[in-house]
Structure formats: C-alpha cells, structure tokens
C-alpha cells in the first residue's frame, strides 16, 4: 500500500476542534469530568498569538501559533482556552506555554491600547503613557498540553521545576505552572464523550501491548475510520493511518481486533529487524568475517543466502 502524506499533527488537530471533543478534554483534565465547559458555548478563536516585543527602543517579532483555541463567553467577558499537541517530551515546556499565555495577554492588550488610541478617551496622562485604562481588564487564558508520547514524561511541570534557586530566594520567585496531561496514564481521567474515551483506552492499552484488553473490549465494535485516524496519530502508527484510510476509501469502518493484529506482527517485525541488526553488529565487533556473519544469519533465522547476505550488507 502507497504511505498516505497526511500528517499525524493535522489528524489531532481536526479531532480537537471539535466542540464536543475539545469540552470533553478540558472538563476531564481540569474539572474532574464535571461538565464546567460547554461544547455549545465554544467558537473558534484566533490561533496565531504572535507578537511584537518592544523594551528600550529595542523591538523583536516572536512568532508563536497554538494548535487549537477556542473562546467562550461569559455575558459580555470571555475566556481564552488553548490547547497544544506534543508527540515528544519538551525539557522547557513550562516555558514554552508561560510565554505562549503572555502572547495572549499581549495581543489583547494591543487590541485595547489601539482602540484606546483611537477614542482619545484617557483621564489621565498615566493612561495615556500606558495605552491602557484604569478600569481595562484582560481575560483569561488557560492552556493544556496533551503529551502523546509513549515515554513517561520526565520533564518539568512548572517554572520553578526549571530553575536554579537558592534557598532563601524560593518565596521571591514568581512560578508559572502548566497544565499537562499525558494519555499513556491517563486512566484517571472522566470523559464523557465516547469518541475521546475510546480513543484514550485505545492508545493506553497500544502503549501497554495489551492486545488481549483490545481484542476482549472492541471484539464486536467497529470503530469509526475517524478515530481509528486519530488512534494512529497518538500512537504513531503510520499503518493504523494507512489502515483507517482504506477502509475509509471503501466505506467502511475500523475493525481494531484485526488492525492491531496487524500492528502486533508488525512490531514483531521490528523486533526482528532490531535482532538481526545488534547480531551483525555484534559478529562485526569480533572480527567475524561478513561470509561467516552470512551463515550464521541463514542458520539462526532460517534465512535464505541473498536475504542473509542484503542483512549483512546493509547493518554492517
């Protein structure tokens, strides 16, 4: 089968635009399951938070565009939510969404200070030096990070977790927490929506291998290609895409028992691969010569000559 060119950061993003998935995200992450946010109140919102900094006649553009964000309103105030996907753990993190969140504060001060400007409406040369009144009020901004990796995230969690602090200079340092949620643990968790519940079970029990959990629960229900797409991206798993994709061409649905028995081989497979290439490398350490590394591929994995010999050739 031809690889498909459709990236696994475009299939996340498509899923979590969905109102109904993206509530479902947050009120799990941040609420507890309780339904806090509602997918009815949610509109798409403005993902790319880039800015100007400007300090002592000195000014810099910092780009920076988030992967999903929506707003919802509260009477006539509004709240900013920012979602970000990451597929590796990132050692600044914390640092990457603490500016991520001031763009967002930035930008709308902007917003504000140039409509100020324009009214010409300032009481006060204090106003007037800031661009900002008194009473102005930003809104807020609350972003959670979505960590796909299969690793356990090892990195930091907050500011503080990247710096170096003397002990007595602990209590005058500003933090800065972020919040993460990491779907290989993610168990815990209370969704709500059946398409970001199965696709976390799903994910988990790939990451765990647990094959058996797989074929025992979705034995008789078909997943949609949709989310078979999604499943594929999270767990990297360019012949789950492949798979959902075809049967999305003929118009069917992803049967997962049969998909993932096809991952199992395939990552036997891999193992394979992985053994025969330690063992050439191996032979090659102890000065064995590559016709003898040959005989001894063709008698430890049943092998014929030309498969053994394009082996050595290759890892050697």
Request: hydrophobic share 40%; proline share 2%; charged share 30%.
């Given at each position: ?25 947050f ?27 400007k ?128 779907v ?6 209370k ?42 991206a ?19 649905r992803?049967?997962?028992c ?59």
């Amino acid at each position: 089968m031809e690889r498909n060119k459709i990236k696994p950061d475009t299939i996340l993003k498509t899923f979590w635009r969905d109102n109904e998935h993206f509530a479902d995200l947050f009120n799990a992450a941040l609420f507890d399951g309780r339904q806090v946010l509602k997918a009815g109140d949610l509109t798409e919102a403005d993902t790319d938070i880039s800015s100007v900094l400007k300090f002592n006649g000195h000014a810099e553009t910092m780009q920076k565009i988030l992967d999903v964000v929506k707003k919802t309103a509260y009477g006539v105030d509004f709240v900013i939510w920012g979602l970000e996907n990451q597929a590796k753990i990132h050692y600044a993190m914390p640092l990457r969404h603490m500016v991520g969140d001031a763009f967002s504060y930035m930008k709308e001060y902007d917003e504000i200070a140039a409509q100020n400007r324009k009214d010409k409406g300032f009481d006060s040369s204090e106003e007037f030096l800031s661009n900002f009144k008194k009473t102005d009020r930003l809104h807020p901004v609350i972003s959670l990070c979505v960590y796909y990796g299969e690793r356990e995230w090892d990195g930091p969690l907050s500011l503080k977790d990247m710096l170096k602090i003397p002990e007595e200079l602990e209590a005058m340092i500003a933090d800065y927490k972020m919040n993460l949620i990491q779907v290989r643990t993610s168990e815990s968790l209370k969704f709500c929506n059946p398409d970001v519940d199965t696709v976390f079970d799903v994910s988990r029990a790939i990451y765990a291998r647990d094959y058996q959990k797989i074929n025992r629960k979705y034995k008789d229900q078909a997943i949609s290609t949709d989310l078979g797409l999604v499943i594929g991206a999270i767990t990297e798993s360019q012949q789950l895409i492949d798979h959902a994709l075809e049967l999305e061409r003929k118009g069917g649905r992803v049967d997962m028992c049969n998909a993932l028995e096809e991952l199992k081989q395939e990552g036997v497979q891999e193992g394979v691969q992985k053994g025969i290439r330690i063992l050439i490398r191996t032979y090659k350490d102890f000065n064995v010569t590559k016709d003898s590394a040959v005989k001894k591929l063709m008698e430890e994995f049943s092998m014929p000559e030309d498969e053994a010999a394009d082996y050595v050739n290759r890892y050697w």
